[in-house]
């Protein structure tokens, strides 16, 4: 496939190898498809693990379901130092071994304690996945497609999502609708059910841990740790031997311009860097409080509140699945083309005005169908908008030198703002009722396409020298 490529003042005519760089790409996107299920198998195992472990309280209830994100923050923190120290591919080696012991651990959990503890180092990887896969996709990416592959990596995210919902729509035996609690936990589900929904994510981690063997390191990771040989090599790969030698050229600019060798976290409080990262951890923020994330993880509670029985929760949290997998599939069709600040746009407008009509049916009554279709609509809009082109922004808008810690610290208030939300809706929900709770989570998303308006940059069609020489003016 033949393009021209535009960086800074050069023009090099580029003959890209497009099969192996989707090939490399879909491998670092496989932490997001891990990512995904562990995230969101929570869900489904929650009537059933409650059950067993006896969690008859909102805190115990609301720690079960937000304890994974505990790990998500250190895990953030923690990709950035291991993969500015280490590399990008030795992270994601790394996140996929955790992926692996944590699922096995947290399934064979006899207390509630040690579920917590292994759900917990399931967050770590997490964490860690969430800011490396990314950014090892935009490292490796040209630029008039990188937005395009690294939303494949929410791609990964969605189907991993839906994988979980699929599998726990599977694995449970049909539940009686005049079950007691005691009932369900001495059941199959109860006892042995939940256990198989968290262990199944192993095989997948296993897989990803030996793919991730096989492709290269970030050649700008590698440029930037003097290993020039090894990233024009596989810049050769990328888009032939001109596309080699002008992206070379772009990225020692900006290495040499930054005058050290190794990530300072003290170097993101200098002034040329405060802005951007400022505008990084509020995308972050936004995504998590834009408040689409209960709906994945308190989709039992949402749904029995509508009426709906646990069978047709399960069903129904399957639909919530798909079409967040296919309004992920528009983005990537979109993302390149429209541009990231008109996507972030509709976005919040649209996830906004979805939450005003979520709470207006709580509040008069409504269950059942008009519940269930407001909730797709609202992750319809979330899945073509917040959740894929944030992941793009952060991995594009901050420089070279600063990237992994920047990333790592903009993916830390993610997490944070997403073990604040999760944590947060049970007494939420008491006190506000779900209107109200509803209703704010909209006024949030109306504040946010205000910031967007106002503070995002466009980053289509730049490389990523180009975006630090326009960011930092």
Not at 289 to 307: C, D, K, L, M
Request: one cysteine or more.
């Amino acid at each position: 496939m033949h393009g021209s490529v535009s960086t800074g003042s050069l023009q090099m005519q580029a003959n890209y190898n497009l099969r192996y760089v989707l090939l490399i790409s879909s491998i670092g996107a496989m932490g997001g498809l891990l990512f995904g299920y562990d995230w969101v198998v929570i869900g489904g195992a929650k009537p059933f693990f409650e059950k067993f472990f006896q969690l008859n309280s909102e805190t115990l209830v609301g720690w079960a379901n937000s304890c994974a994100l505990l790990g998500c923050l250190p895990g953030s923190l923690l990709a950035g130092g291991v993969s500015d120290r280490y590399g990008r591919k030795k992270g994601l080696l790394l996140a996929a071994f955790l992926f692996a012991v944590s699922s096995i651990l947290t399934g064979c959990a006899g207390t509630f304690t040690w579920f917590v503890v292994w759900r917990i180092l399931g967050g770590v990887a997490i964490g860690m996945a969430s800011g490396i896969s990314p950014m090892y996709i935009a490292e490796v990416s040209p630029a008039q497609w990188r937005g395009r592959l690294v939303a494949l990596n929410q791609m990964t995210i969605v189907i991993g999502i839906l994988a979980a919902q699929i599998v726990n729509w599977l694995i449970v035996e049909k539940v009686p609708d005049n079950s007691t609690a005691e009932m369900i936990r001495l059941s199959w589900n109860g006892q042995m059910g939940w256990r198989w929904m968290f262990i199944a994510v192993a095989a997948p981690a296993f897989v990803f841990l030996l793919s991730v063997l096989f492709v290269p390191e970030s050649p700008r990771w590698l440029l930037r740790n003097g290993r020039a040989d090894l990233a024009a090599r596989t810049l050769t790969r990328i888009g032939g031997e001109s596309y080699s030698a002008a992206a070379l050229q772009e990225i020692e600019t900006s290495v040499a311009a930054a005058h050290t060798e190794r990530t300072n976290f003290a170097q993101l409080l200098a002034p040329s860097a405060r802005k951007v990262l400022g505008i990084g951890i509020a995308l972050a923020v936004l995504q998590q409080w834009s408040g689409i994330n209960v709906i994945f993880n308190y989709a039992e509670e949402i749904y029995r509140t509508a009426g709906y029985g646990v069978n047709d929760i399960l069903f129904n949290i399957v639909i919530t699945g798909a079409i967040n997998l296919i309004c992920t599939v528009i983005a990537m069709a979109t993302v390149d083309r429209f541009g990231r600040r008109p996507l972030m746009l509709l976005g919040c407008a649209g996830i906004g005005i979805s939450h005003l009509l979520l709470g207006g049916a709580y509040s008069l009554g409504m269950k059942g169908l008009p519940v269930l279709l407001l909730t797709l609509l609202t992750i319809g809009c979330y899945a073509m908008s917040l959740a894929p082109v944030v992941w793009v922004l952060i991995s594009e808008i901050f420089p070279n030198q600063i990237r992994g810690a920047a990333v790592s610290v903009a993916v830390s208030a993610l997490w944070i703002a997403c073990f604040i939300l999760t944590f947060t809706f049970p007494p939420l929900n008491r006190a506000l009722g779900a209107a109200g709770t509803f209703w704010l989570y909209g006024a949030i998303c109306f504040a946010g396409f205000v910031f967007v308006w106002l503070c995002v940059p466009e980053t289509k069609g730049k490389t990523l020298e180009q975006l630090e020489k326009d960011l930092a003016n």
